[in-house]
């Protein structure tokens, strides 16, 4: 009998500590977003770029990285232009695009992982669909040239 009654006790028990631990798994997943280390590394027409130096995850191989652009307003025009010719723009004024980069430091490539832009509301407007580009050689004074510059030291 004394198995029985402490079977309604430990499910709370359980229950309990489950919940206290996704609360800690939320409130951790919005800090390390919210706790980004934005480094600048260059500015183009299109806006100023950066990398969350807290995002850089290093293999054998590959190193992965957190990318953002803070438009322009040529950036900002473009970014509209491109969103109409996919049938995403509603208006939305873009402020800024993440993306998620894996750079090959040995082989000299890069590709793209995702993309997501942000509108000045800070409310997601598009992104890329999953599953990333294909690998393409870095080209030297490019962009991610420079990021690898960065992120492969």
């Not at 000299?108 to 992982?113: G, P, V």
């Not at 995702?114 to 599953?131: H, V």
Request: hydrophobic fraction near 35%; proline fraction near 3%; glycine fraction near 12%.
């Amino acid at each position: 009998m004394d198995g029985q009654k402490g079977d309604p006790m430990r499910g709370r028990g359980l229950f309990a500590a489950a919940v206290v631990l996704a609360v800690l798994l939320i409130a951790g997943a919005r800090d390390a977003a919210q706790g980004a280390e934005w480094v600048f590394f260059a500015t183009t027409a299109k806006g100023a770029h950066y990398y969350d130096r807290q995002s850089v995850k290093k293999t054998n191989v590959t190193v992965t990285v957190q990318e953002k652009t803070v438009y322009s307003e040529e950036g900002k025009r473009s970014t509209e232009k491109f969103l109409a010719g996919t049938g995403e723009y509603r208006g939305q004024k873009p402020d800024h695009v993440i993306m998620a980069s894996e750079f090959n430091c040995t082989a000299a490539k890069a590709r793209s992982l995702s993309m997501t832009i942000y509108g000045a509301d800070g409310k997601r407007m598009a992104g890329s669909p999953a599953g990333g580009s294909p690998w393409r050689d870095l080209v030297p004074g490019t962009l991610h040239e420079r990021l690898s510059r960065q992120v492969c030291k």
